[in-house]
């Protein structure tokens, strides 16, 4: 694939795609940029999960010049077990050590699960618990720092239970809608951003 001057290489399809989930790729399917340095990680597609606007968002970052690759859960519905409540049609939230493996690897993580706080804060907590890495949260309600925070969340703000931590918050990502090219350049801006402060060190 050839965006703008730079070629990346990104092989996106695992099986056929969900109608409803607008073309993106099925559960299991890792895209793997040129460069391990951002992963964008969506959650499983489905009647009321729809991932849609990771593909527009990593389409962005590429353009931009920021490799990016993706990984659609296998279990990216409902909850974690450890969440106070469930969600996802009594689906368990969890990861694969494949899916583990392959966050891991990479610098910086971009998280998309949906839409109710009271579920998603709990989904970032159960990855950054198995994941030392920097990540993003992309989501549809307001969050703030101190909401992962008080779940014992790590973030850029104060060292919690969690190896990884939360470094950035973008909101207003409706699943299922297109981005605005305002959300799109706020989220290319803290991508970069980000990505500087971790060449600085500044999360390690």
Same mark, same amino acid.
């Given at each position: 694939?050839?965006?703008?001057?730079?070629?990346? #290489?990104?092989?996106?399809?695992?099986?056929?795609?969900?109608?409803?989930?607008?073309?993106?790729?099925?559960?299991?399917?890792?895209?793997?940029?040129?460069?391990?340095?951002?992963?964008?990680?969506?959650?499983?597609?489905?009647?009321?999960?729809?991932?849609?606007?990771?593909? %527009?968002?990593?389409?962005?970052?590429?353009?931009?010049?920021?490799?990016?690759?993706? #990984?659609? *859960?296998?279990?990216?519905?409902?909850?974690?077990?450890?969440?106070?409540?469930?969600?996802?049609?009594?689906?368990?939230?969890?990861? %694969?050590?494949?899916?583990?493996?392959?966050?891991?690897?990479?610098?910086? *993580? *971009?998280?998309?699960?949906?839409?109710?706080?009271?579920?998603?804060?709990?989904? *970032?907590?159960?990855?950054?618990?198995?994941?030392?890495?920097?990540?993003?949260?992309?989501?549809?309600?307001?969050?703030?720092?101190?909401?992962? %925070?008080?779940?014992?969340?790590?973030?850029?703000?104060? %060292?919690?239970?969690?190896?990884?931590?939360?470094?950035?918050?973008?909101?207003?990502?409706?699943?299922?809608?297109?981005?605005?090219?305002?959300?799109?350049?706020?989220?290319?801006?803290?991508?970069?951003?980000?990505?500087?402060?971790?060449?600085?060190?500044?999360?390690?």
């Amino acid at each position: 694939m050839s965006v703008g001057r730079d070629t990346q #290489l990104v092989a996106c399809r695992k099986g056929q795609a969900l109608g409803l989930g607008g073309g993106i790729a099925q559960r299991g399917t890792f895209a793997k940029a040129w460069h391990n340095d951002v992963i964008a990680v969506a959650m499983t597609p489905g009647p009321r999960h729809v991932p849609k606007p990771v593909c %527009e968002i990593t389409i962005e970052l590429r353009e931009k010049g920021v490799n990016t690759g993706v #990984l659609i *859960l296998n279990a990216g519905g409902g909850t974690p077990r450890d969440a106070p409540s469930s969600g996802g049609h009594a689906a368990t939230f969890g990861l %694969e050590h494949r899916e583990i493996d392959l966050i891991g690897r990479h610098k910086l *993580l *971009l998280e998309h699960h949906g839409n109710v706080k009271a579920h998603f804060i709990y989904k *970032l907590r159960f990855v950054l618990k198995r994941v030392k890495i920097p990540a993003i949260v992309l989501c549809q309600s307001p969050v703030s720092f101190e909401d992962f %925070e008080a779940v014992g969340v790590s973030t850029r703000n104060k %060292e919690g239970a969690t190896p990884g931590k939360v470094v950035g918050i973008v909101s207003e990502i409706v699943r299922s809608e297109s981005v605005s090219q305002e959300k799109l350049n706020e989220i290319v801006s803290k991508v970069k951003s980000c990505l500087r402060e971790i060449e600085q060190g500044k999360f390690t």
